[in-house]
């Protein structure tokens, strides 16, 4: 045998060697995907619920929280075939938790040939406290029915406990005192080069998003009710947890902005620039709002001023019914027939981004 031709098997042979690795490697990689498509969420909470031919189970991935942590909330809804079933709608029934993600990972068959759908939501408390995750209807019928006659499937309501972080530790809260001013050194001179460059760069590049942000803006335009804003921006404060810190004049200074903001959302009412005084006066003249609701606002601005002019220390429960009042004002008198756009609002627009079924 030649030369050339021992050269030509060999190439072959390294070629078949070289392919087999790449088909075992590819299996391998696949296994490991099957692998881990086969893992599940484990859940501390999963109720069954049967009538017909639809089965729901409801899971929750925890039953005891704290207001910093999250709760994964999921539907799976198993129909046999020739029926069809409809998910609920998560975003309207909820009160006390916001819906900050929600996924679909799709419909598949089960050994039965049942269709099995799956829709999974994060949620987040607003407060501390126990509180439920409310009941659910399942909407089915039959595909073959002319008349598609509907059927009911309702589940129960779960039980779930929101700890707060602050613990024995609310009850001895106060506000530090402010700190004398100081006097800032003087820069050296030969930073001012520096200084100016710093700001050209700044500048350039604020002026491409600004151009940036001006051109998706001219594509889409997004409004929001007033109470989804301030929901929002109650979200954003409660994360922040400003009363943990100490900052309480903070908190007190963005409660009443937010509450503020959504009265002129809500009823067209100039409350953000108007002292409390001129704000009360005007809503004297008005029949927007009743005697009693009148009462509440101005006993709340008096209370916001205290704490924000006069150094006033409020205790741990006022600051809790002070939240309170301005998520039950907003609850009382949300509507949907007057919306805000929150296009140029990039942190509000952020904050309000909800999932829903």
Request: proline letters at 3%; hydrophobic letters at 40%; charged letters at 30%.
């Amino acid at each position: 045998m030649s030369t050339r031709a021992l050269f030509k098997i060999k190439n072959s042979i390294l070629t078949y060697a070289l392919l087999t690795c790449v088909l075992l490697l590819a299996c391998t990689g696949c296994e490991k995907t099957e692998q881990a498509k086969g893992q599940k969420m484990e859940f501390e909470i999963d109720k069954v619920y049967e009538r017909g031919p639809l089965t729901v189970h409801v899971r929750l991935d925890k039953g005891k929280m704290t207001i910093a942590e999250t709760v994964l909330l999921e539907f799976e809804a198993t129909i046999e075939p020739g029926y069809e079933v409809q998910m609920p709608s998560v975003g309207k029934v909820l009160e006390n938790f916001g819906i900050v993600d929600w996924d679909n990972p799709g419909d598949k068959l089960d050994e039965k040939n049942n269709v099995v759908s799956r829709y999974q939501y994060r949620l987040e408390p607003f407060l501390s406290g126990n509180y439920q995750i409310p009941a659910f209807t399942f909407e089915f019928h039959d595909a073959n029915d002319v008349e598609e006659k509907k059927y009911e499937l309702t589940t129960e309501p779960i039980d779930i406990e929101v700890a707060s972080l602050l613990g024995e530790q609310r009850s001895k809260l106060q506000i530090a005192n402010i700190e004398d001013v100081v006097e800032m050194p003087k820069e050296a001179s030969y930073r001012r080069i520096w200084t100016l460059s710093a700001a050209g760069i700044i500048a350039a590049v604020l002026g491409w998003f600004y151009l940036r942000r001006k051109r998706i803006e001219e594509l889409v335009r997004i409004f929001k009710p007033a109470h989804e804003i301030a929901y929002a921006r109650l979200r954003v404060l409660v994360k922040d947890d400003l009363v943990k810190a100490g900052r309480i004049k903070e908190f007190y200074e963005r409660i009443s902005n937010i509450l503020r903001h959504y009265i002129e959302h809500r009823f067209d009412l100039r409350a953000p620039e108007r002292t409390t005084e001129e704000f009360l006066i005007e809503l004297r003249f008005t029949d927007v709002l009743s005697a009693s609701d009148k009462k509440s606002l101005g006993e709340f601005l008096k209370h916001c001023d205290l704490v924000k002019f006069a150094k006033h220390s409020p205790t741990t429960e006022q600051i809790q019914r002070t939240f309170d009042l301005v998520k039950n004002f907003i609850d009382k008198t949300k509507s949907d027939e007057r919306k805000i756009d929150v296009t140029d609002t990039v942190e509000t627009r952020e904050a309000i981004e909800i999932g829903s079924a």
